[in-house]
C-alpha cells in the first residue's frame, strides 16, 4: 500500500539556523502528539477496522502523517536542531503508552479524533514560537491538516453510528484526496 516519492508533501523553507526551536520541533517528530505517534496509532486501528472504508482512510491518513513527519525532521536538520531519534523536545524516548489500543470502531476514531486535536493544538503553540516566515507557513500547513483528517474521523464516526450506506462511507475517500488538491 505504501509508496516512497522523493520530494516533500510541502516545501520546508527556513530563514536562519535556530537550534533550540529544532529541539521544540522533536516534539512533532518522536513526542507524545507527534506524527510518528499518530501514523503509528492509525496504522494499528486500520489493521483493527472492520469497515473497509474507514480503513482504507485510516491508512491514507498515516501514510499522510508519515509525509508530516519528513517535513519535521527536514525542518529540524535545517534549524540546525538536535540528531534525529525517537525523543521528545525534553529527551524523553517515544512510548508504545502513546499509541491508543482501542479496538471498538467508535472508540478508534474517538481516540483518532483527539490525537488530531492535540496535535493541531501543539502546532498552534509552535507556530507562535518562532517569527521565520517559511517555518511559520509550514507550521500553519501541518496544523491545517490536522483539521482535515479530525474532520474526515469525526465524519467518519458519525457515519458508522448512523450505519451508513456503503457509498456514504466511500466519500469519505474522495473528500480526503479531494482535501490534497492545493
Keep these: 500500500m505504501f509508496t516512497f516519492r522523493k520530494g516533500l508533501l510541502y516545501p520546508v523553507h527556513v530563514e536562519r539556523s535556530d537550534p533550540k526551536f529544532g ?9 507524545k502528539d507527534s506524527e510518528f505517534s499518530a501514523a503509528t496509532q ?10 473497509l472504508y474507514v480503513s482504507e482512510l485510516l491508512g491514507l491518513i498515516a501514510a499522510e502523517e508519515k509525509s508530516h513527519m519528513e517535513m519535521i525532521a527536514v525542518a529540524i536538520n ?31 476514531l474517538q481516540a483518532d479524533t483527539e490525537a488530531e486535536i492535540r496535535a493541531r493544538a501543539l ?8 517569527n521565520d516566515p517559511g517555518l511559520k507557513q509550514m507550521i500553519s500547513f501541518l496544523g491545517s491538516r490536522e483539521d482535515v ?9 458519525a457515519l458508522i453510528l448512523q450505519n451508513a450506506a456503503p457509498e456514504h462511507f466511500n466519500q469519505l475517500i474522495y473528500e480526503y484526496k479531494a482535501s490534497l488538491q492545493m
Design 42 to 51: 492509525y496504522l494499528n486501528h486500520r489493521s483493527n477496522m472492520p469497515n
Design 78 to 108: 535545517k534549524l540546525g536542531g538536535p540528531p534525529l531519534s525517537y525523543i521528545n523536545s525534553q529527551g524523553v524516548p517515544w512510548n508504545i503508552d502513546y499509541v491508543d489500543q482501542s479496538l471498538d470502531p467508535i472508540a478508534m
Design 123 to 130: 502546532y498552534n503553540q509552535h507556530f507562535t514560537m518562532t
Design 23 to 31: 529541539q521544540i520541533m522533536l516534539e512533532h517528530y518522536g513526542g
Design 149 to 157: 483528517h479530525k474532520h474526515l474521523f469525526q465524519k467518519a464516526q
